[in-house]
């Protein structure tokens, strides 16, 4: 028997030879990994270990296979993991990883959750199919910057449950969206995307798709809500209950996309919840489209908080009586935290004030100090005291801070060694120093900005407390003192919604709850008035069939309501039975058209149509953040004919329902251009241009043609 021919060899992971363990020419095995190296001489260059073949493992790559193990590293397609979640699992150690599916269906213990900046690549769209093991929870949960791509994802989801969602139980800053790509969704009663506001932290909450399609029958392609948003293009939806849904302040932008089949197509639902509240700086006449506001909002001081750094969630709690909502945005400044695991805090000695310059446009303060190191750090939290300042509205001399921005402040710069600044807060007086003063540390300032500082408020536990979410971290912080928080009024914006005082309502739709027998002709019907004085009655007429009430059109819908009103049909031609009708109402909202930047709290506000009644100093106005689809040409085939696709093809007697290509729920807006299975063009309600008659039709026609051809016909001579 031959003698086995043997390479210098290493059962140790990870372990490889270096330059001085081989010759040239000669091998080197590590059996564990199942790795070959050898020597690379290059003239001019030098000598180098290599790996050998194809099969060497890549740090951020993991790779998944149908005959692979999840005991296996995964580091190499000869070693591939399982499942993606095992992938994954790895993967999220090593940021910026890319875990790459071959071809075959892939039964996962969902959810499958996400690191930040990890990527999903499947081979290819047709030939990856991923199953969800558990349909009472989502398939994935994404974070900032993953990317996921050809992959298709069938099985059994229970309602309400996604294929894709922001993580409800790690609630993260996203800074990036997450992109889904060139993706398909057969899981029935599905919701493709769902992206909620509320389990995430930042200004935008979004997600984006390029290439999604949804034949998940009876679900929803995409819900956006809790002030979610979504940049949504090639979307294709078949047979959805909702095609796209934005509700409690979710918006989307929808690109080049298509609905087909189901039940609803474009739906905008309401608004969000209250954000802030101005009040009216000046009186303004009935017919009004311009308003000056007073935004100003006036700081509170924290009394205590505690922070979880594993949910990231922060319970605050004033000094006095908060007034917040849940969802409103709050400013949270300078709380000062320390964190046991990062040692003890810095010695450093109560400094002396020897001089203090203050800006009271922008509320910085440069301290000087008599010691000519005081040792402070950016983002350290200083507790300022008795610092003498005398300004031009008052007697002598004051001690700052006044406490209303609370008594500690966050170092945002050291100019020099016996330096920093602080922001204490604007006034609208200059302040000159006198004399005085202490800085002490305190702790480190909490929240550090790298999330912002504008939070939503996620819970009301009491009078004076409120809980956040902040971000998570790694180690415990104990709070140690300071800290102040306000409402966040911002520069009012178009997407943002307003009324004034009172929210009024104008009849929407009429339903009918007993059509009633026995009438020939159309029944008067009478709709009770508005108790406003400048309301205006609504009125409608009623369609019949068979001598029964089938519809009922709505000719005016009022306006000026302040409760459901009162319909009464008149009695039939034959008999008694007369037929019974309900109305819907709709909330008036006023969209904001533009705004001037707020100064010294002042701002004016203009809306896009005119309020109807005067509005006197001191009246409300309360902001919201409207749900808002913004669609540009959006296919529209055979919606309303249902979600099951053998009864809603044309063939099969399925018949679109045209109003339920786009349904305005409760002040929520679908801004649009579509075209439908007729190829009829719409640009919103406004226009509409009718392919089959080669007519064009709608409101805003109708008033620009009246506009344009009553003058040419008066020039003409005409009447």
Not at 304 to 331: D, R
Not at 605 to 622: K, L
């Amino acid at each position: 028997m031959a003698t086995p021919y043997r390479i210098k060899r290493s059962a140790v992971p990870g372990k490889a030879p270096q330059v001085a363990d081989l010759l040239l020419g000669e091998l080197a095995l590590n059996t564990f990994d199942a790795d070959l190296y050898t020597l690379r001489s290059r003239p001019g260059v030098g000598t180098d270990v290599v790996k050998l073949g194809a099969g060497t493992t890549v740090t951020n790559i993991l790779y998944v296979t149908k005959d692979g193990k999840d005991t296996n590293t995964g580091k190499k397609l000869g070693d591939a993991k399982a499942t993606i979640k095992a992938a994954v699992a790895i993967a999220s150690t090593i940021p910026g990883s890319v875990v790459k599916v071959s071809s075959g269906t892939y039964i996962e213990d969902n959810p499958i959750k996400l690191a930040p900046q990890i990527s999903v690549v499947g081979d290819s769209l047709r030939e990856v199919t991923i199953v969800p093991n558990n349909s009472n929870q989502d398939l994935f949960h994404v974070s900032p910057g993953n990317y996921v791509t050809e992959m298709s994802y069938s099985g059994t989801l229970n309602t309400g449950k996604a294929v894709f969602a922001f993580d409800p139980d790690t609630i993260r800053y996203f800074n990036q969206s997450p992109y889904i790509r060139n993706c398909t969704n057969f899981i029935p009663n599905s919701i493709g995307m769902k992206i909620d506001g509320k389990h995430a932290i930042g200004p935008t909450k979004s997600m984006v798709t390029d290439s999604f399609t949804q034949y998940n029958q009876g679900g929803i392609g995409v819900s956006i809500t809790n002030g979610g948003y979504a940049q949504l293009v090639s979307l294709f939806t078949i047979c959805d209950d909702i095609a796209v849904y934005c509700g409690s302040g979710g918006a989307c932008d929808l690109t080049n996309s298509n609905a087909s089949f189901g039940n609803y197509a474009l739906v905008a639902d309401g608004v969000g919840p209250k954000k802030y509240t101005g009040s009216i700086y000046q009186a303004a006449e009935a017919n009004s489209a311009t308003f000056i506001l007073d935004l100003s909002t006036q700081p509170l001081a924290i009394s205590t908080a505690s922070y979880s750094y594993t949910t990231g969630l922060t319970t605050i709690t004033t000094s006095t009586p908060h007034g917040f909502n849940v969802g409103m945005g709050v400013t949270i400044k300078n709380l000062a935290f320390l964190c046991p695991s990062a040692g003890d805090p810095p010695d450093i000695p109560v400094r002396t004030i020897s001089n203090a310059v203050y800006d009271n446009i922008s509320g910085t303060a440069t301290i000087t100090t008599v010691s000519t190191n005081h040792r402070f750090s950016v983002g350290m939290g200083v507790s300022l005291a008795g610092l003498g300042f005398t300004c031009p509205s008052g007697p002598g001399t004051l001690t700052y801070p006044s406490g209303k921005e609370g008594y500690v402040f966050r170092v945002d710069s050291i100019p020099a060694s016996n330096q920093f600044t602080v922001n204490v807060g604007p006034s609208t007086l200059p302040h000159t120093y006198v004399s005085g003063g202490t800085a002490t540390f305190v702790g480190y300032t909490f929240p550090s900005g790298n999330f912002g500082n504008v939070f939503e408020v996620e819970s009301i536990l009491n009078a004076n407390s409120f809980t956040v979410y902040t971000g998570t971290t790694t180690f415990a912080h104990n709070y140690v003192g300071g800290g102040s928080v306000r409402v966040n009024a911002n520069r009012p914006f178009d997407g943002q919604v307003v009324y004034f005082d009172n929210l009024y309502y104008t009849v929407n739709k009429i339903h009918i709850v007993n059509g009633g027998s026995g009438y020939t002709s159309s029944p008067i019907i009478t709709i009770s008035a508005p108790s406003t004085s400048w309301g205006v009655q609504a009125s409608a007429v009623a369609e019949i069939s068979n001598g029964s009430v089938v519809s009922v059109e709505i000719i005016s819908n009022g306006r000026g309501y302040t409760s459901i009103p009162t319909i009464t049909i008149a009695g039939p031609d034959v008999g008694i039975n007369t037929a019974i009708v309900t109305a819907e109402l709709l909330p008036t909202y006023y969209s904001i058209a533009s705004s001037t930047p707020i100064s010294s709290g002042i701002c004016t506000i203009t809306v896009n149509d005119s309020v109807p009644y005067a509005v006197g100093v001191g009246s409300t106005v309360p902001f919201f953040k409207q749900s808002r689809i913004l669609a540009s040409g959006h296919s529209l085939e055979y919606i309303g004919s249902g979600t099951n696709i053998n009864t809603a093809l044309p063939a099969q007697g399925g018949v679109p329902i045209q109003e339920n290509e786009i349904d305005m729920r409760n002040g929520g807006l679908v801004v649009y251009t579509s075209t439908d299975q007729s190829g009829n063009f719409r640009i919103g309600d406004g226009v509409v241009i009718n392919q089959q008659t080669g007519t064009i039709s709608g409101t805003f026609y109708s008033k620009s043609l009246f506009s344009t051809m009553t003058p040419f016909i008066l020039a003409l001579g005409g009447e």
